[in-house]
């Protein structure tokens, strides 16, 4: 997967000496576009309204007990990912509109990876 490199901190692409940066293996290009995927609110991809995660619909904001949900939507979405080939560990912990957590995930070619929501 050779796909344009996006910033971190911006998600902006990255421009290095003004060439477009391009991702330098296959897990940063699976693991870009899982943190993609889970920045991107259901209904806000006008091509595809259920692409995103229903952060504001269904997840935040919602009980704490509510996060066995929240995990498995999260779970669904990455697995749509190209690349993934299971979640292996997801962990999230939800204080009323703040979420954070931990995602281990295994990849297509059998590396695995974790990452922090």
């Known amino acids: ?3 344009r490199k996006l910033d971190p ?3 902006d692409i990255y421009v ?17 576009t899982v943190k993609t ?14 692409a995103g995660v229903p952060w504001f619909d ?11 949900y929240a995990i498995q939507v999260v779970k669904e979405k990455i697995l749509s990912v190209p690349g993934v080939r299971s979640v292996d560990k997801a962990e999230l912990t939800i204080d009323g509109r703040k ?18 929501l």
Do not use: P
């Open 99 to 116: 979420i954070s957590g931990k995602i281990a995930l295994t990849l297509d070619n059998g590396e695995r990876t974790e990452m922090e």
């Open 16 to 32: 290095s000496d003004k060439n477009v940066a391009r991702t330098g293996s296959f897990r940063e290009s699976v693991m870009q």
């Open 58 to 68: 269904e997840i935040l904001g919602a009980d704490v007990l509510f996060s066995d």
């Open 37 to 50: 995927f889970l920045s991107t609110f259901r209904g806000e991809c006008f091509t595809d309204y259920d």
């Open 1 to 3: 997967m050779n796909e």
């Open 9 to 11: 901190a911006t998600g």
